[in-house]
């Protein structure tokens, strides 16, 4: 497990802003399928939140 | 295989994996919370709670005016006040439990809570919070309790509601010799009962008064053939097109339902729009509800035969004369929406004067005969808990006393027969109070996915300057419907 983590740590922060990424854009269909099945459960600005802590992160790693 | 592939994997290609598992199972989720398969939901608002995740299933007050924040929690200091509740499905009950503190005055003994069961005529299925005239009552009447129908007695006569019940439904009553609607009251429970005129009128009744808006009239018919025939002309250009309806009762069941659908009524045609019921009744009570919205006008009403009066509601309208109403209830609501209309009306001789448009007035005096109002202009709203005629002669009363704010306990008064429950108070705090009330929502109006609820408290009033307010802690509403194998096989309701 430790070797696990050692070994993802470098791309976590890019692996985490695919992921918010992805999960935003699928919620983002969700809503608009079916209006308030997400909004009423959780503000989805957290998430954009997550994507641009993550994204910046990744940005600081890459350079 | 499963367990030798994910070893080949390298930990980036275990993480996406691992990624893409949590997203389909955040997409079972919610899929799981919009089609609630097992049909019971609940949901709640503490008031108490500072973060909140998302928007929250129930919505907040309205109107503002009516509700202060200035305190932790919301405190309704006006009636009524509404909320509405978004539902990613429809339900067909809903159990609405209310924890609040309450600085009501006397003046104020009643709470209730309505979901919005028709928007056409804007009518509330209201159910009691708390009454505290009864909750009073309970301590001193002698009671009988059974499946949550409480009958309280003055002087112990029954020992059991069967046995009530069935001495009502047969107009023998013990110790009521002035007639049930006078030795009975009831709260949130319509018994059946004979109502019965010893003489009743052959001649016809046309009421030329033109009416606005929903009216329901008490009809008390003669054996044999009756028609009833109203016409209906358009108060506004740009009127709805939301059907017009004449439901017949008698006994509480749907005898006869005449409809003309929205888009049948041709307003800007020259003959009126007309609907009529016509056939052989037997003699005794009924109920005609004329459903139309507010936007529509009965220019005419006939009915050939019997006696009619309006519950609760009159609303003349253009009819330009001075205009005679009577009713037997010791207090009259009067609502002007026209500033052109403000005046003076005469009620059981007294004079009160309306003031202001779009506020609603009350005005008391003594006692329970027969009252009469004088207006000098129409278009006003006249409402109480009784009856409305408009000759002193037809005028009969039908309708047994409800233990609403205006109750006062009169001499003749024996029994009341009621269904509700005391609320509760909370273990840990006294002070807090519980109470919950049940609901039919199937068939109940639902507007973008919500419920509108009210919570009416009557009575209160935010211009009056005094400190009443009902602060609310928390509200909860539990949800049943039909679950999705039900649905899948179509059982239930």
Redesign the interface.
């Known amino acids: 497990m430790k070797t696990?983590f050692k070994?993802?740590k470098p791309?976590i922060f890019q692996?985490l802003f695919?992921?918010s990424t992805?999960?935003y854009v699928?919620?983002l269909i969700?809503e608009i399928i079916?209006?308030?099945?997400?909004?009423?459960?959780?503000?989805l600005n957290?998430l954009f939140l997550l994507i641009i802590f993550s994204g910046l992160m990744c940005l600081r790693d890459n350079n | 295989m499963a367990c030798l592939l994910l070893k080949k994997m390298t930990p980036q290609q275990k993480m996406r994996l691992f990624w893409l598992l949590l997203i389909f199972l955040f997409i079972s989720l919610f899929l799981f919370l919009k089609i609630i398969p097992f049909g019971h939901i609940s949901y709640s608002k503490n008031y108490d709670s500072f973060w909140q995740s998302g928007k929250g299933f129930i919505y907040n007050f309205t109107p503002v005016e009516r509700v202060s924040n200035e305190s932790d929690w919301p405190r309704l200091i006006g009636d009524p006040v509404y909320f509405s509740v978004f539902t990613p499905r429809t339900f067909t009950e809903a159990k609405l439990t209310l924890s609040y503190y309450s600085n009501l005055a006397d003046k104020t003994p009643i709470i209730e809570a309505g979901v919005l069961a028709d928007k056409q005529v804007w009518r509330y299925d209201l159910q009691p919070l708390k009454n505290q005239i009864l909750d009073d009552l309970k301590d001193t009447w002698f009671k009988v309790e059974k499946d949550g129908l409480v009958l309280l007695q003055k002087n112990k006569n029954y020992e059991s509601i069967e046995q009530f019940l069935t001495d009502l439904e047969n107009n023998e009553l013990k110790d009521c010799v002035s007639g049930i609607t006078t030795c009975l009251a009831t709260y949130n429970y319509d018994p059946s009962y004979q109502f019965k005129l010893d003489q009743v009128k052959n001649t016809a009744n046309n009421i030329s008064i033109p009416l606005k808006g929903n009216h329901v009239l008490w009809l008390y018919l003669n054996d044999g053939y009756w028609q009833f025939q109203a016409s209906f002309v358009a108060s506004l250009e740009e009127t709805r097109n939301d059907p017009l309806k004449l439901i017949l009762t008698k006994d509480q069941e749907i005898i006869k339902e005449v409809v003309l659908e929205g888009e049948a009524v041709d307003w800007q045609a020259q003959d009126l729009n007309e609907l009529s019921l016509d056939g052989n009744f037997s003699a005794g009570l009924y109920k005609l509800e004329i459903k139309i919205s507010d936007d529509v006008v009965i220019k005419n009403i006939y009915s050939s035969s019997g006696l009619m009066v309006f519950a609760h509601k009159f609303w003349p309208v253009s009819y330009n004369e001075k205009l005679k109403v009577f009713t037997d209830a010791s207090y009259l609501q009067v609502k002007v929406l026209d500033p052109a209309n403000l005046q003076d009306i005469s009620f059981a001789g007294q004079n009160f004067a309306v003031t202001s448009p779009y506020e609603q007035f009350e005005f008391k005096v003594q006692g329970d005969n027969l009252k009469e109002i004088i207006i000098e202009k129409d278009d006003l709203i006249l409402e109480n808990n009784s009856i409305f005629s408009l000759t002193a002669e037809d005028y009969f009363n039908p309708l047994i006393k409800k233990v609403d704010r205006h109750f006062s306990l009169d001499s003749d008064l024996n029994y009341i027969i009621f269904d509700y429950k005391t609320p509760q108070s909370d273990v840990r705090d006294q002070q807090l109070n519980i109470a919950s009330a049940e609901f039919r929502t199937k068939g109940s109006y639902r507007e973008k996915g919500k419920y509108n609820f009210m919570l009416s408290i009557p009575g209160l009033k935010t211009e009056n300057g005094e400190d009443d307010y009902l602060a609310i802690k928390e509200i909860k509403i539990e949800f049943t419907g039909r679950s999705l194998w039900q649905k899948i096989f179509k059982i239930g309701d």
Do not use: D, K, Q
């Open positions: 696990f070994t993802i791309f692996e695919y992921f992805s999960l699928v919620f969700m079916a209006p308030n099945i997400i909004l009423v459960y959780f503000n957290y």
